[in-house]
């Protein structure tokens, strides 16, 4: 067995209606364990390299303003195929249709800005996972 690591982002939306709570209690009860956690604004450079992939698409621009304009909490969570585990705790990504029991799917829905308020970041492969820890927590490297 190879424990692995994942890179969770809390998103403005779940800092700013109190969900943190939720969202972490769902993480641990699942048996993930949490190696770093951090409120933090995201500057625009680390927003830039996190989101590099998606650069040039519609909702680029308006996902990179929404992140950074109020705070996320920075999470490493830890655990056997944590990385697919996160993702299907989230659920899919647009919020309204994601499958209840999923974070996304219990917790979220449309408000302003669709899909991109969708409460939570996970890594999607271990590439991502290293590449995106080395951007939110370098002193993990
Ligand atoms: P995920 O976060 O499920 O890995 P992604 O990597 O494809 O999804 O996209 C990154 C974020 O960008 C996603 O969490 C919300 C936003 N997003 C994705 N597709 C979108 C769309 N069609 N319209 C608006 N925002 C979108
Ligand atoms: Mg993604």
Do not use: C
Request: glycine share 10%; hydrophobic share 40%; no cysteine.
């Amino acid at each position: 067995m190879t424990t692995e690591r994942t890179l969770i982002l809390l998103k403005p939306d779940a800092v700013q209606r109190s969900l943190r709570g939720e969202i972490l209690r769902r993480i641990e009860a699942k048996g993930y364990g949490i190696v770093a956690l951090s409120q933090r604004l995201a500057t625009e450079d680390v927003l830039a390299a996190h989101y590099a992939e998606h650069e040039g698409k519609p909702f680029y621009a308006p996902l990179v303003e929404y992140m950074g304009s109020a705070p996320v909490v920075a999470i490493v969570a830890e655990g056997e195929r944590v990385i697919e585990g996160f993702r299907s705790l989230a659920g899919t990504t647009d919020p309204t249709v994601a499958a209840p029991g999923t974070i996304r799917g219990d917790l979220g829905r449309q408000w302003d800005l669709p899909v991109i308020q969708n409460l939570v970041h996970g890594s999607d492969s271990p590439e991502s996972a290293a590449r995106e820890i080395g951007i939110w927590f370098p002193e993990l490297g």
